[in-house]
Every structure is written in C-alpha cells, then in structure tokens.
C-alpha cells in the first residue's frame, strides 16, 4: 500500500438553492490534513460542519472549489449508530465486509477481531436493539474499521452518550487512532471533546460557514479527560471563541 | 344446549377477568390463557345471539339453521372426500393466484420505486386499481377468457399485485434516510443498495403488503368461483351456489365456516411473520 497524500480542500463553498432564495452552508473553506493527524472540527450548530463532512464523504458535491482526498478510502460514523436493525452485530461487520471485497471465508476472523478491538467480543449474535447506545457506537465504529479505510470521519459521534460512555470511547478512539495509523477528522461542538482528541482544533463560524482558525492542541498522548492541562486548554480556546462570536453574529 | 352454551360463557368470562387481574408476570400458560380467552369470548356471543335468533324464531329453520345443526353439517362435510376435492380445487387457484400476483406485484413495486417516470405513470393507477372492486372486473374477465380458470387467475392477479405492489412502495419510500447515508458510505450502490439495504429495509412494509394481497386475492377468489362455475371442476364458491340452490341452509353456513376459517388461517400465518419480523428489529408491541 502506498501511502497516501494530504486531504486537501481548496477554496469549497457550498449553496443550496438558487438566486435570491439561495442559502450559503459554507464560503471558501481551505484546509489540509496531514496523514495520520488527528483534526477536530469545532464550532456551533448550523456553522456547516457536517456539509463538510458530508462533502468529504461523497454524500453531497460542493458547488465550487476541490476536493482531494489523496487516493484514500473515506469511512464515516454518524452520531446515531445507524446500524441496520435487521443484521445481527456480526451481520452488520460483514455487510461492511462484504461491500468493501472481503472474501466470505475470511468474515468469521475479521469479524471477531473487530469485535475484540472495540471491546465487544462475543456479541456477534446480538440484534442492534439489544444494546446500549454506547455499545451501539462501538459496533458502528468496528464496521466503520472494516473498511479498512485510512481517513476516517466522525460526525459527533459520542454526543448522544452520557459522559461516563463517552469518555471511554474518547479513550478507545485515541488508542485504535494510534495502532491503526489513521487520519481522522472529528467533527464535534464540544470544546473539552476537541482538546481531549485533536492534534489540531479547527473553529468554524456560522452565516456562511467557514473557518475561523485553527489551534495545535500540544498535549502528549494517551490524554485523560480528567487531566487538568485539557481544561485550561479547553479554558482558553472558549475565550477565543467567545472574543470571536460577536463579531460573527454581527456580520450575520 | 343453550345453558350448557352460557356456562361455558361464563366460565370464559370469569377466567379471562381473573387473568387479567393477576398481571403483567404471569407464566407462559396464563399468557396463552389471556390470548386465547377473549376470541373464544367473541365467538361464544356470536353463538349466543345466533343462538337466540333461532330460538325466538326470526327466520324459519330451513332458513337459519341452529348452530348445532351446522356444526353437524360440517362434520359430514369434511367427511366427504367430495369437499375435500373442492377445497383442494380451491385452495391451488388460491396458491397460483398468490403466487403469480407476488412475482407480478413485487418486480412491479421495484421497478416503480427505482425509476421516477414508472411512478409517475404507474403510482395513481396502481392506487386505483386497489380501489376497484374485484368482483367489477369479472365481466370482462369472461369476455376475454371465457368461463375459465384463467378468468379467476386474471381477476385474482389484478386485486391482489396492486396491494403488494404498493406495500413493497411503501416500504421503500419509507426507508430512513440515514440508512441509505451509511449504505452510501459503506460503498453499496446501484443494485447491491437495493440487495442489502432497501429491500431488507422495506420488508415489513412488504409483508402488510402479502398479508394485505392475501386479503384481496381470497376475496376475488370466492367472487370468482361464485360467478364462473366450470362443470367438472368442484370449488368451495360453487358449493355455496349449489347448496343456495338446492335450498341447503346448514350446507350454506358450514361452507362459509369453512371459507372463513382458511382465510384468517393465512392471514394469520402472515401476521406471526410480520410479528416475528419486527420483534427481531426492536419494533413492535413485543417489546412492551
């Protein structure tokens, strides 16, 4: 496998509908994540964070600027599971499989080693709604790693858990990030989240959607939530952020 | 009779009350009780109020048989190798119908729900055609076909594709457009998509649809064999045409017994799929 190049997004804008009706989700976004890092997408509801990601993952087309994702496969979890109801866990692991060209023979391995690294082994026969909703974002995320994708998109996935859950996602996300060589792009409105997991924090602003700067977090790693060196951190970047908000809202 | 008819009644009443009070955990046995109590109510007063009908003397005995003259009657029905050969004339024009209007009905869903123009064209008209009584078409039907078995297959096709047809439509509208997002991102496309997500997705939608087609294809039938009659060929419709002719009342009634008896039989073979099907992805009463 050669390795791939940068994500590189060049000048993307992005409207929906036409002429006077028109809205402007995004204007101008410029941005390049480096191999394996680590970027957080912060910044308030509506500032077309996920019509970034969206984009990225092939769902929606910009309507100007480039996208280059440097020859990589793109997986993307979402912040409901969205597992299909009618598979068993393992079904849902080997639909990914299958889709992406995994021969049938070698599902029953793979499937149990996907298992074992979210830390759901031997729940292969379980349904979706048998399990919690944390539970449910670690089958999402072993079926996102099926793909064997090297960029990897997360739309707030933990936002719908309770903190306990989530903070030992943050944990498993950070540790799988690491073994697995990944390059990830988070997309999250949770200041202490994007410190806890960023190498690098990109604020984005509403009316149209852009980006508004960009932080390197700077802490060694594994970081722990409870460590007080991401709350003064997180403590600083929502000053920023909040010196920027009414200018924003001002040019709205 | 009848006293030994309302004890029974009341004994059901008093058992079915004593169960509910006992509440939600009761054993597997209580719970069969609690579903099988009230229907065996609801029939029991169907016979009560039959019952007293006959008792009152509302129509003459040839008329209205009492209940347990019809009962009798039934047990020499389905001692008679004869009504055995109609149910089983009937029930195979049941299974072709069924069958045929499930191939017609399904690649016909697909192929509107896939492509926009089909919908256009077709979505009204397959609507329509569900609204059109069965029996409407019959006319035509012998027109064309003659008294024949292809004049019941026709007019059960055409009451019963519709339904399953716009069951599976439904289904597929209605697929959650965050599956089709993951679908998307996982890399199914174009006929896969449809393979692995839409159509497992619409499944339940697609089984009222059967179940609903079920209806549709049961009732056409029975219209059928009342209206085209073939000489040789013994049909539970044609059953109730002689035993109407020949003034046969208990004869009459022990045939409709019987038509309605396989009837909610299917539909409830259908129902415990459809039950199932949905108890396995979380939905439904079951998770109550």
Redesign the interface.
């Known amino acids: 496998m050669t390795a791939p190049g940068p994500v590189t997004l060049t000048g993307v804008g992005k409207r929906y509908g036409r002429g006077g009706a028109a809205t402007e989700a995004l204007r101008g976004v410029e941005l390049r994540i480096q191999p394996g890092e680590f970027v957080c997408l912060l910044g308030r509801s509506g500032c077309g964070k996920s019509t970034l990601l969206s984009m990225l993952a092939g769902l929606d087309a910009p309507t100007s600027g480039s996208i280059d994702l440097g020859d990589r496969r793109v997986a993307m979890m979402f912040q409901d599971a969205n597992l299909f109801p009618w598979l068993t866990v393992a079904g849902n692991i080997e639909l990914a499989l299958r889709l992406s060209g995994v021969p049938e023979q070698a599902w029953r391995d793979r499937v149990a080693e996907l298992l074992s690294v979210v830390r759901l082994a031997g729940t292969e026969r379980k349904r979706p709604h048998e399990l919690s909703g944390g539970m449910r974002q670690r089958v999402a995320l072993a079926r996102a790693l099926a793909q064997e994708a090297d960029l990897l998109l997360m739309d707030e996935p933990f936002a719908s858990l309770d903190a306990i859950t989530r903070d030992a996602l943050h944990d498993e996300i950070e540790r799988i990030w690491i073994e697995r060589r990944l390059t990830v792009l988070f997309v999250t409105h949770n200041v202490r989240e994007a410190v806890r997991l960023g190498d690098r924090v990109v604020l984005m602003q509403p009316s149209p959607g852009r980006i508004a700067g960009e932080w390197l977090v700077g802490l060694p790693r594994p970081r722990r939530m409870d460590d007080p060196a991401i709350a003064t951190r997180a403590a600083g970047l929502r000053d920023e952020l909040d010196a920027q908000a009414p200018a924003a809202e001002g040019a709205a | 009779m009848t006293t030994a008819l309302s004890r029974r009644l009341l004994r059901g009443r008093v058992a079915g009350l004593r169960i509910r009070e006992s509440g939600p955990p009761a054993g597997p046995a209580a719970r069969l009780a609690r579903r099988v109590w009230p229907p065996l109510l609801a029939v029991g007063l169907v016979l009560l109020v039959w019952e007293t009908l006959v008792l009152v003397g509302w129509k003459p005995a040839y008329v209205l048989p009492a209940p347990a003259t019809v009962a009798g009657e039934l047990v020499t029905l389905l001692a008679s190798p004869d009504f055995w050969t109609a149910i089983t004339i009937t029930m195979v024009r049941a299974l072709v119908g069924f069958a045929v209007s499930l191939a017609i009905g399904t690649v016909l869903g697909i192929a509107v729900s896939r492509w926009g123009l089909l919908r256009n064209a077709l979505g009204a008209l397959l609507t329509g055609l569900q609204t059109m009584p069965s029996i409407a078409w019959f006319p035509l039907a012998i027109l064309f076909f003659g008294i024949s078995e292809q004049a019941i297959l026709f007019v059960i096709v055409l009451g019963a594709a519709p339904s399953i047809a716009n069951g599976l439509i439904s289904g597929v509208d209605d697929v959650p457009p965050?599956?089709l997002?993951?679908a998307?991102?996982?890399?199914?496309r174009g006929l896969?998509l449809y393979r692995?997500?839409v159509l497992?997705?619409a499944?339940p939608a697609y089984l009222s649809g059967l179940k609903q087609g079920w209806a549709f294809a049961w009732r056409s039938l029975m219209a059928g064999e009342l209206l085209v009659i073939i000489a040789s060929r013994p049909s539970l419709g044609a059953q109730l045409s002689f035993f109407r002719e020949l003034s046969n009342a208990p004869g009459l009634l022990a045939t409709m017994v019987v038509i309605l008896v396989i009837g909610m039989a299917v539909d409830g073979g259908f129902s415990t799929i459809a039950k199932r099907?949905r108890s396995?992805?979380?939905?439904g009463a079951a998770r109550l």
Not at chain 2, 184 to 188: E, I, N, P, S
Not at chain 2, 280 to 283: A, H
């Open positions: 965050q599956l997002r993951t998307h991102v996982l890399g199914a896969g692995w997500v497992p997705a499944l099907v396995r992805r979380g939905l």
